[in-house]
């Protein structure tokens, strides 16, 4: 059984950091790009980061890049997103996500994304 589940998540002030964790079971990460997602209330679900399966293939949204990093362990099947310089507007549930492909880039789009965890809720707050 393929399984995601996110970890990191909690309350920060503006300004502060929080590194996310996805921890991938019942399937070969290599295999997989993954994304991050999140989705505030009343809002649609977005597309925060992606990564290729290797890693070598990063992609950002705009309102992140530069304050994001998207990182993998294939050997420890996880996957992270470190959240530095966060804001009231980064407050979300975060899902992470992974898609089998064999291609070297990966794709914001959830959509494309078949595995989702159960996501973890960041709150950006003073």
């Known amino acids: 059984q393929k399984q995601l589940v996110e970890s990191g998540g909690g309350l920060v002030q503006p300004g502060g950091s929080l590194r996310l964790s996805c921890l991938t079971s019942?399937?070969?990460?290599?295999?997989?790009?993954i994304g991050w997602f999140r989705q505030a209330p009343g809002k649609e679900r977005e597309g925060v980061s992606c990564?290729?399966?290797?890693?070598?293939?990063?992609n950002y949204a705009d309102s992140v890049k530069g304050r994001f990093t998207i990182s993998r362990d294939n050997a420890k099947n996880t996957v992270y997103l470190q959240m530095n310089s966060l804001k009231p507007e980064d407050t979300a549930v975060y899902y992470c996500?992974?898609?089998?492909?064999?291609?070297?880039?990966?794709?914001?789009?959830?959509?494309?994304?078949?595995?989702w965890g159960q996501g973890t809720q960041v709150t950006v707050s003073s």
């Open positions: 019942g399937f070969t990460l290599d295999y997989y790009a």
């Open positions: 996500a992974a898609t089998l492909t064999i291609s070297g880039n990966c794709v914001q789009e959830a959509s494309q994304y078949n595995y």
């Open positions: 990564i290729s399966r290797s890693g070598g293939r990063t």
